[in-house]
C-alpha cells in the first residue's frame, strides 16, 4: 500500500506540473503542442538523471525510485497526449507538423534519457550532491 501511495503522490505532482507547462506552451498560433513535448522530454531527461544515479550509486531507495521515477516522471511524460495530438495532425491532414513532432519527440526522448545517464555517469559524483 506505501508504494501504490508513493507513486500516487509523486504522479500528483508530476500530472499537476505538466498541466502548467501545457497550459503555458500550448497556446501557440502553430498548433505544435510545445508544452506536451517540453514535458515529455524534461520527463525523459529527468529519468535518466534519477535512475542513472540510483543506479550508480545505489543511493535511492526502492520508496525514493517509485517516488520520483515511477510516479513524478509517470505523471509528469504522457504518451496519451502524444498520441491524441498525432491523431489530431493526422485528422487534420498536417502531415508535416505529425512527422515533425512524433521524430522529434522519439529522438530527443531517446537523447534525453542518454543525456541524463552520462550526466550522472560522467559529471556527477556523490560528493557534489
Keep these: 500500500m506505501k508504494q501504490l501511495f508513493l507513486v500516487f503522490i509523486g504522479g500528483g505532482f508530476g500530472s499537476a506540473l505538466r498541466f502548467l507547462i501545457g497550459k503555458w506552451l500550448n497556446n501557440s498560433g502553430d498548433g505544435i503542442p510545445y508544452g506536451t513535448f517540453a514535458a515529455n522530454i524534461l520527463g525523459s531527461l529527468l529519468i535518466g538523471i534519477i535512475l542513472g544515479y540510483a543506479a550508480?550509486?545505489?543511493?535511492?531507495?526502492?520508496?525514493?525510485?517509485?517516488?520520483?521515477?515511477?510516479?513524478?516522471?509517470?505523471?509528469?511524460t504522457t504518451f496519451s497526449s502524444f498520441a491524441y495530438?498525432?491523431?489530431?495532425?493526422?485528422?487534420?491532414?498536417?502531415?508535416?507538423?505529425?512527422?515533425?513532432?512524433?521524430?522529434?519527440?522519439?529522438?530527443?526522448?531517446?537523447?534525453?534519457?542518454?543525456?541524463?545517464?552520462?550526466?550522472?555517469?560522467?559529471?556527477?559524483?556523490?560528493?557534489?550532491?
Design 85 to 129: 495530438e498525432n491523431h489530431v495532425f493526422l485528422k487534420s491532414g498536417d502531415f508535416t507538423s505529425f512527422a515533425v513532432y512524433t521524430i522529434a519527440s522519439f529522438i530527443i526522448g531517446f537523447l534525453a534519457v542518454f543525456l541524463g545517464m552520462y550526466i550522472v555517469s560522467n559529471l556527477l559524483t556523490v560528493d557534489k550532491l
Design 56 to 76: 550508480k550509486n545505489d543511493s535511492l531507495s526502492e520508496s525514493q525510485t517509485l517516488l520520483l521515477a515511477t510516479g513524478f516522471c509517470g505523471g509528469f
